[in-house]
């Protein structure tokens, strides 16, 4: 990635070392992409397992400006169950490159569907866009909500219980 130095925008420090770091970053966070995703036989449990609050920060692909919020995940589990953790590492590994908050969504989702194989996956993400807050319209407490539904997530009873349990 070249960066142009014009006006004086940047010192001759920045100018020399700001290339290596941005490369630093880059290798760091796609470290992230790789995991291995723990799957264990179901024990028998048939209800929700949810886990919320999941801090995430990514790049938006339109101006490569960070976005950053928090994810809900929710799965309905079939023959299996994952490690807890390995839903945080999910959001982390597809919010480890430049995208949209949109396709960032469908991809944990549709990720977990084809992992778990469970009987429904939703997931719902909320995050603040600094493209929206220091440049164009500059709204400083907007954010942007998404979500995906997949499987018995699409019934309206259990869309609302996942909901009511991740306020």
Not at 31 to 39: A, L, S, V, Y
Not at 88 to 117: G, H, N
Not at 128 to 156: L, N, P, W, Y
Request: hydrophobic letters at 35%.
């Amino acid at each position: 990635m070249k960066i142009k130095y014009e006006n004086g925008l940047f010192n001759e420090e920045e100018k020399k070392n700001t290339p290596k770091r941005i490369q630093r970053f880059q290798e760091e966070w796609s470290n992230n992409q790789d995991f291995n995703f723990t799957i264990f036989d179901n024990p028998n449990y048939n209800q929700m397992i949810i886990l919320k609050n999941i801090e995430f920060a990514s790049l938006c692909a339109h101006h490569l400006l960070p976005f950053h919020g928090t994810a809900h995940v929710g799965y309905i589990p079939n023959e299996m169950i994952c490690g807890v953790s390995k839903l945080a590492r999910t959001v982390d590994k597809f919010a480890s490159k430049p995208q949209t908050q949109e396709k960032l969504t469908e991809e944990i989702v549709d990720f977990l569907m084809k992992k778990l194989k469970p009987k429904g996956v939703m997931i719902v993400m909320e995050a603040a866009h600094d493209c929206m807050r220091i440049r164009g319209v500059k709204k400083q407490h907007s954010s942007m909500v998404t979500s995906a539904i997949r499987g018995v997530f699409k019934e309206q009873k259990v869309r609302e219980e996942f909901l009511e349990l991740i306020k």
